[in-house]
């Protein structure tokens, strides 16, 4: 695995993992997001479009509008190429968070 600065790309991650899970509308994942992280992530509109607009021409996610109620609604749900990046940004996620403990308990880390 290369050696990072820094861990790019988790918030895609996080929207991959929701998708993993079911197919959502925008702001649904944003309040998912926000439940689930207790509000550490608590993204805004302007962020999250963007971010699923490179996804989608990632080939990650697609992407269908549905009208319920007289309200229009974009439904993303994951591909299953979007399914290997999600387990590929897992595995990468996974050794950032060692490298980090390693750092932070003085040592090397050697997870199980």
Same mark, same amino acid.
């Given at each position: ?19 993993? #899970? ?7 994942? !944003? ?7 207790? =509000?550490?992530?608590?993204?805004? /509109? ?6 699923? =607009? ?9 992407? #269908? ?9 974009? &439904? &993303? %749900? !994951?591909?299953? /190429?979007?399914?290997? /990046?999600?387990?590929?940004?897992? %595995? ?16 090397? &880390?050697?997870?199980?």
């Amino acid at each position: 695995m290369p050696r990072e600065k820094g861990m790019p790309g988790g918030t895609e991650m996080l929207l991959l993992s929701l998708l993993s #899970r079911k197919e959502m509308y925008g702001y649904e994942m !944003i309040a998912t997001l926000r439940e689930q992280s207790d =509000h550490v992530f608590d993204l805004k /509109a302007g962020t999250l479009y963007p971010l699923l =607009h490179g996804l989608e021409r990632e080939g990650w996610v697609t992407s #269908r509008d549905e009208v319920a109620k007289n309200r229009a609604r974009r &439904y &993303y %749900a !994951i591909t299953p /190429a979007g399914r290997a /990046a999600l387990e590929e940004q897992k %595995a990468r996620w996974d050794a950032y968070a060692a490298g980090v403990r390693g750092v932070l308990e003085g040592g090397a &880390y050697c997870g199980a």
